[in-house]
């Protein structure tokens, strides 16, 4: 997806190879490392060649050999938080970078090199709507579920096992790669409007028209659903790392009364008790004012 985008934007893009870092017992752990090593001489090469002057870091340990390779060539190095925890890469980034932003306040926010700029946002989301967008209400409740990866089947089961129970709750749900296998059971039901996939400029019709949304734990998700003024109904990955899907909620729940549900603790009954006690909520407006606040702020600092 990044390619097309680059390729459509008439930018370069050069694929990065890289491995993960592993904080558990795995026999890669022995010579991955050496890998990654190998890569930042790889970047210094491409920082030189290209003549590269700032280097903007997202998440992810992909981006840790380029911004070893950038500080060693004392290039500027900037780089975003998304999570309320952050992740061994972006850890071991900030101590180098020249700023680290931030989508949720925390103690290191100092207004210096700690800056706290919110979440960043698709600009494409937006590309067919304004802030003075008119809503009309739905009859019946609007339900979107959005789970992203392979790691949501317990989420789809249990959406099977209530469906018949909500005939009168309009569902959208997007599938993505990994949960194709679900298309059969869900096209069965009128009530229900599938997806495999929904680019970012389609996803905004899906967004204006939802009322509640069922869905994991990505920052940008959230924050997106909070600027469509769309109900979350939160499900954490119970594994994740550092339990930093759980902290995310946390933020969400106290200061946008999301509802949290745990995946391994009764869900389809769970789910089915916040639909129906939600059943009159309907969206009668949108929130997009602050939703370009961040890129505004990080070309504010950088320029």
């Not at 409007?193 to 869905?215: A, G, H, M, N, P």
Request: hydrophobic share 45%.
């Amino acid at each position: 997806m990044e390619y097309e985008i680059a390729y459509q934007n008439q930018i370069p893009f050069i694929h990065i190879p890289s491995w993960k870092i592993r904080r558990y017992f795995d026999i890669r752990n022995f010579y991955e490392p050496t890998k990654n090593l190998t890569w930042i001489f790889f970047w210094i090469y491409y920082i030189i060649k290209y003549k590269i002057d700032i280097v903007i870091s997202k998440w992810g340990f992909a981006w840790l050999p380029l911004c070893i390779a950038a500080y060693i060539l004392r290039k500027k190095v900037y780089i975003h938080e998304s999570d309320t925890y952050s992740g061994l890469a972006n850890r071991i980034i900030s101590k180098i970078a020249t700023k680290v932003f931030y989508s949720f306040p925390n103690n290191l926010i100092d207004g210096e090199k700690h800056i706290l700029s919110w979440q960043i946002l698709n600009p494409e989301l937006l590309n067919k709507v304004s802030k003075d967008e008119e809503i009309i209400q739905n009859e019946k409740l609007e339900v979107l579920v959005i789970a992203w990866s392979q790691w949501s089947t317990k989420i789809f089961d249990s959406l099977k096992s209530i469906l018949n129970n909500l005939m009168d709750v309009n569902f959208t749900i997007i599938l993505w790669e990994k949960n194709k296998h679900f298309r059969s059971v869900f096209e069965n039901y009128n009530n229900v409007k599938l997806y495999d996939f929904v680019s970012q400029e389609d996803l905004w019709e899906i967004y204006k028209k939802t009322d509640i949304c069922i869905t994991r734990w990505w920052a940008t998700t959230l924050w997106e659903l909070y600027f469509f003024w769309i109900h979350s109904i939160i499900v954490p990955l119970s594994n994740s790392a550092n339990n930093h899907q759980q902290t995310n909620w946390e933020y969400f729940k106290e200061k946008f009364w999301s509802d949290l549900l745990d995946e391994n603790n009764k869900l389809n009954l769970e789910i089915y008790r916040l639909i129906t006690k939600y059943k009159d909520l309907r969206k009668n407006w949108l929130n997009l004012d602050w939703y370009f606040y961040a890129l505004e702020k990080i070309k504010e600092e950088i320029l």
